[in-house]
């Protein structure tokens, strides 16, 4: 009785008839078995129950995971957009140049034609960015470019106060 009572205080606390049913299903084996019969419907309900949380667990996992994608993948196509419309305006002012500097100032084609390899760039940019920036070694990468900069900045830095320490020092007389 004093564990039923233990058991019940931590969901609620148990009144008197609870006490006094469980009392009574002690000593009656029919009403003990009716009990247990309860106990195990409850526990498959709740079984059930768990498995249908689990599942919608599940789902909403993989839902989150393909409205990430989607988002993801609208950014690139919005980054492309941008990318396109840019080396569509270089490619049209490369071909103006190009006209330009042909027949009204009788000039090479030197500018027009580097802002053609402008737009041509702008316009695969995203294409080669997206692969690079989602690749296995972009953040190694990264990240060993970062120190390898932060080394040699350190290295200058001191090589340089070194040789402004040696010019603002007086030479010793003796």
Known sequence: MGLTYDRLAGIKQPTK???DKYAK???????LKAEEEKAKKVDEETSNLYGMVEQMDAENRELKAQLEAAAKEAAWGELRAKF???SGIFAVVGAGLIVISTFVAGKGRGAGLCMIALSVFFGGAPFVIRDVVEAWW???????????AALWGAWVYHASHREIKSRLTQPETA
């Open 138 to 148: 972009f953040p190694y990468a990264t990240a060993s470019t970062c120190l390898l």
């Open 84 to 86: 396109l419309t840019l």
């Open 25 to 31: 299903t002690l000593g009656d084996d029919k009403a």
């Open 17 to 19: 008839a609870m006490l």
